[in-house]
């Protein structure tokens, strides 16, 4: 445990500690925004970014000149607006950040394949996050994202996969293609109230996630959102859902079983395929539609009750020895 005393005794002791020191302590301030730690102990924004400046071991990016290939530690100079596209990209030796509250937006592969980069606070000024901004981050183990977000762009966070929690802002009203695909360790994410929408492959080959809360809001879950979850053993359709996508739950190998509710008129195409421990699923009369290869190979499914309010079943819908009934 730190002893903050010892940081606050002198405030030039605290330049003699790592960057990463630095950022562990201003995170445990409130706000969580390290130039604050310092206001909070009558230091002001101008000190100590002078004094950090001083630093070898710090690089002060001002949005104009290019960053070095061997950065380590980074602050961002108050001031600026925006984190330009490919800002950092490529920076593999990046370890931390310091993003300050006059930043409200992240260009697109701003931080993209910062493999070193295990932790990043992004303050509420922030409202975008831009395609690819954080992906292939792969020692980035958390983030939290601010309620000020309201947009996070396709692959933001894909390839994470060292990530292993996230909180989704509840000023969010979609998550987008491949957000958070192939982060292979995550295992639990909170979706707020306000996300209407789940779409592609969001959570795409995230092989660790066990269970997931879809809220009463989402209508949607798209093509592949779920793809190759294999970990992932319960799932909650709400009410308000109307649609299972193509492939949504393709290959969730753990899924024993599904209780699909009756808001939904369409089973997508390939929805359920190779949910091999799947052994019952609920089939409300409100579907209409059942894609071809809808729960095709799911070897453990010996048998399924199919409303007369379905019309169409596509081609290899089931396995060949689940038994059909009609009702």
């Known amino acids: 445990m730190i002893n903050i005393t010892l940081f606050i005794a002198t405030k030039m002791a605290l330049f003699d500690f790592p960057l990463d020191v630095i950022l562990l302590i201003a995170m445990a301030s409130k706000p969580c925004d390290a130039h604050n730690l310092f206001l909070v102990?009558?230091?002001?924004?101008?000190?100590?970014?002078?004094?950090?400046?001083?630093?070898?071991?710090?690089?002060?990016?001002?949005?104009?000149?290019?960053?070095?290939?061997?950065?380590?530690?980074?602050?961002?100079?108050?001031?600026?607006?925006?984190?330009?596209?490919?800002?950092?990209?490529?920076?593999?030796?990046?370890?931390s950040v310091i993003i300050p509250d006059s930043v409200t937006s992240i260009g697109y592969y701003a931080f993209c394949d910062c493999t070193s980069l295990t932790s990043v606070i992004i303050p509420d000024s922030v409202t975008s996050i831009g395609y690819s901004a954080f992906c292939d981050c792969t020692s980035l183990t958390s983030i939290k994202i601010p309620d000020s977000v309201t947009t996070i762009d396709e692959y933001a966070f894909c390839d994470c996969t060292s990530l292993t929690s996230v909180i989704i802002p509840d000023g969010g009203t979609s998550i987008g293609y491949r957000v958070f695909g192939d982060c292979t360790s995550l295992t639990s994410v909170i979706i707020p109230d306000s996300v209407t929408s789940i779409g592609e492959g969001a959570f795409y080959n995230c092989t660790s996630l066990t269970s997931i809360n879809i809220p009463d809001s989402v209508t949607t879950i798209g093509y592949s959102t779920f793809h190759n979850c294999t970990s992932l053993t319960s799932i909650v359709i709400p009410d308000s859902v109307t649609t299972i996508g193509y492939s949504a739950f393709y290959n969730c190998t753990s899924l024993t079983s599904i209780v699909i509710p009756d808001s939904v008129t369409t089973i997508g195409n390939c929805a359920f395929e190779d949910c091999t421990s799947l052994t019952s699923v609920t089939i409300p009369d409100s579907v209409t539609a059942i894609g071809y290869y809808a729960f095709d190979r799911c070897t453990s499914l010996t048998s399924v009750n199919i409303p007369d309010s379905v019309t169409s079943i596509g081609k290899y819908a089931f396995p060949s020895h689940t038994k059909i009934i009609r009702y």
């Not at 950065?71 to 920076?91: K, L, P, S």
């Open 41 to 95: 102990y009558g230091w002001s924004k101008k000190e100590i970014y002078q004094e950090l400046k001083k630093r070898k071991d710090v690089f002060i990016y001002d949005g104009k000149k290019d960053v070095p290939k061997d950065v380590t530690n980074v602050i961002i100079e108050e001031g600026v607006r925006f984190i330009d596209e490919h800002a950092f990209y490529n920076r593999r030796s990046l370890t």
